[in-house]
């Protein structure tokens, strides 16, 4: 049965419609794989019943509330005013962001599109020129390059986590994001044919 705010199953990730675009750029690149992480986390949120957002598994574990209200709190705070002031802002309390998590999946999926879109305009806004430039975090210097690098991974490393506790709460009402078991070979065919993106 679909939850509020679905109006259908969830359906694999990749693009249905083209095959991936090439791109040799790293910019371009790098805001397509968040984007696509990006859906990759709506989709499995989308699947766990509405009590199942804020459940922990142990008590050291975080619960997908409080992954999105870190990665949130983050993404706002590393990339408003990215190229001009140091990414650890002085209104950012890196230690709430694990305490009192949302607790309806409203208030979460607003938390989660403020931090997306501070990251994906500020990335968007970027050119290659900028690349060159240099950030502080925490007042340590980083290249661009680098603080885009570590802003990647860490939201990669957190979706991550959502989609494993996505498909453990949601059990065996589970629908793949990604190859379905036993289903490479055929995937694997509509790549080679441009029926579907791997992204």
Known sequence: MPYPDLRSRPSPIHNQRMALEFTTSYLADTLAILRYYKKLGEQAMAQVPDPALTAV???????????????????????????ASDGEKPWRNRDSEF??????????????????KALLDTLASLTDADLNGTIRIRGERHSV?????????????HVGQIVFLAKHLASGRWTSLSIPRGKSAQFNAKVNAGEVSQR
């Open 57 to 83: 598994l142990d008590p050291e574990s975080n619960s997908i509330a409080v992954i999105v209200k870190h990665l949130s709190g983050n993404m706002r705070s590393r990339w408003t005013d990215f190229l």
């Open 99 to 116: 305490e009192a998590p949302p607790q309806t999946r409203a208030e979460l999926l607003a938390m989660w599109e403020a931090g997306w």
């Open 145 to 157: 390059m680098q603080a885009v690098n570590r802003g990647t991974t860490h939201c990669c490393y």
